[in-house]
């Protein structure tokens, strides 16, 4: 079951998010000495972040990581690692420790396993991961029917992260090879925010809440799962 607050601007929609993702750090932090917090790239959350970046949270006992990542330099245009460095650490934020997942491997499936010790080192489970949803039922870097899509999706798969080779589309743009967060990983959190905006995309998340493959609309391996509580927030 997913919880759904819609907002009629997104101004207010990330003021409601920012005071949402404080008090769940700041509870974590009270009840375990620490929270993590994974968050996506893109152009959508960076109001979020910047609002979020100036909160008087205890940022010194925040770790905060990605969801996923394209496989290029930190310091490539296209990197979700680059973008989370301009946008959320700094000002407050700008100390916090943070853990990539791009590595010096050439390719993200050479440099799976150095990220996944990374990510199996932090706490968990993970405090709260802030997802999107691309037109074509993509979140973090499971794309449909991708390779390395089943492996990433698979309930048996222990692995926190999986390489993924994404069919280049207008969604995925150049940058194809991926290193994201599995179905496992991504559950493994004790909230999960999905956050896009758009009439278009609304109507997308209310094809996947239809019954249907995972494999043609990942997000459904969100919404069709009880382990980790699922809440949308979503404005025009």
């Not at 559950?187 to 956050?195: G, P, T, Y």
């Not at 609304?202 to 249907?212: C, M």
Request: include cysteine; glycine fraction near 6%; hydrophobic fraction near 40%.
């Amino acid at each position: 079951m997913v919880r759904e607050f819609f907002f009629e601007q997104r101004n207010h929609l990330f003021t409601a998010l920012v005071a949402e993702c404080h008090d769940v750090l700041s509870e974590a932090i009270s009840k375990h000495g620490h929270a993590v917090l994974l968050v996506s790239g893109g152009t959508t959350p960076a109001p979020l972040y910047e609002a979020l970046s100036k909160s008087d949270l205890n940022w010194k006992k925040i770790k905060v990581a990605l969801v996923d990542e394209r496989w290029v330099d930190s310091d490539h245009s296209a990197s979700n690692e680059a973008l989370i460095r301009r946008s959320l650490l700094i000002n407050n934020a700008r100390n916090v420790e943070f853990v990539g997942m791009k590595t010096a491997a050439a390719t993200a499936a050479a440099g799976q396993a150095e990220t996944e010790s990374r990510y199996q080192a932090l706490p968990q489970p993970f405090t709260l991961s802030i997802v999107g949803m691309g037109i074509d039922g993509h979140t973090a870097s499971l794309f449909p029917h991708a390779p390395g899509l089943a492996e990433a999706l698979s309930e048996d798969n222990t692995q926190l992260t999986a390489a993924i080779d994404a069919i280049q589309s207008e969604v995925t743009g150049p940058n194809t090879e991926r290193l994201t967060l599995t179905r496992n990983g991504l559950l493994k959190s004790e909230r999960i925010v999905i956050l896009f905006t758009g009439e278009d995309k609304l109507a997308v998340f209310g094809q996947a809440q239809q019954p249907g493959p995972v494999e043609d609309m990942p997000i459904r391996a969100l919404l069709n799962q009880e382990q980790a509580p699922v809440e949308l927030y979503w404005a025009p």
